[in-house]
């Protein structure tokens, strides 16, 4: 397992972008797939998106046409950039990490979470 750090939430209008940072405490993060994760108010952590170590990507449908997911393995960073931000997206986010992950959705790390408020 890895410690990861996620930043970048925040209180944001509707229409509004962030970006979100995740990485790893003294480890390479390029050979880690990593995935971000949300979960809202009373309901259940959902996938948003997902970054492999080969560096394909997938991104939850409802997210795809505002959301991106990139990686810099030279800073040792994940991103999620998330623009025209909905009130709906409104939750805690997580980064999850899996060395050499082969799978979009099972990580063995995870990381505090980031809350990320979108006000309308």
């Known amino acids: 397992q890895v410690q990861l750090v996620e930043s970048g939430g925040g209180l944001v209008q509707a229409g509004g972008s962030l970006r979100l940072s995740c990485t790893a405490s003294?480890?390479?993060?390029?050979?880690?797939?990593v995935g971000w994760f949300r979960q809202a108010p009373g309901k259940e952590r959902e996938f948003v998106a997902a970054i492999k170590w080969t560096d394909s990507r997938r991104l939850r449908d409802s997210v795809k046409d505002r959301f991106t997911i990139s990686r810099d393995d030279a800073k040792n960073l994940v991103y999620l950039q998330m623009n025209s931000l909905k009130p709906e997206d409104t939750a805690v986010y997580y980064c999850?990490?899996?060395?050499?992950?082969?799978?979009?959705?099972?990580?063995?790390?995870w990381g505090q979470g980031t809350q990320v408020i979108v006000s309308s």
């Open positions: 003294g480890r390479s993060f390029s050979i880690y797939s």
């Open positions: 999850a990490a899996q060395l050499y992950g082969n799978t979009w959705y099972n990580y063995d790390s």
